[in-house]
């Protein structure tokens, strides 16, 4: 998992090549897990800014998916532990909800996807999970 200086930089180098949140999460966590799928990263520009009307947070789909990404069977329980996590930290689930509307606050948003890609891999950590290759 890249450190947090690496993460910072890395999700700005995404944002410039105009990758939204959802993306950034998943571009990220398969560059540390290792695997190419360029595919699934342009499938999650679906899930952006709250599907695009402010409602779920992209950042909190993709980490849901990147935990399914890890152990597919063992999501079911951990998926739940980060929702609760994410609106006990921010207040609520969807993008209005978090940076309110119009023009989104970039340093919120990043700040919130570096604590939710950490939060992934320590939930996988607190339940003693390898992510499966």
């Keep these: ?72 069977q063992y999501s079911i329980v951990l998926a739940p532990e980060l929702f609760h996590w994410f609106r006990k930290k921010y207040g609520g689930l969807n993008c209005t909800d978090i940076v309110g509307t119009g023009v989104r606050d970039a340093t919120k948003c990043v700040n919130l996807m570096v604590d939710t890609y950490y939060r992934c891999f320590d939930l996988l950590a607190e339940h003693g999970i390898e992510p499966e290759e």
């Design 1 to 72: 998992m890249k450190k947090l200086q690496d993460l910072n930089t890395r999700i700005l180098e995404l944002a410039l090549d105009r990758k939204c949140c959802a993306q950034i999460m998943m571009a990220i966590a398969l560059e540390d897990l290792e695997i190419d799928n360029p595919d699934l990263i342009k499938a999650m520009r679906a899930t952006c800014y709250g599907f695009h009307y402010g409602s779920l947070c992209g950042s909190l789909v993709a980490a849901s998916c990147i935990l399914s990404l890890c152990h597919e």
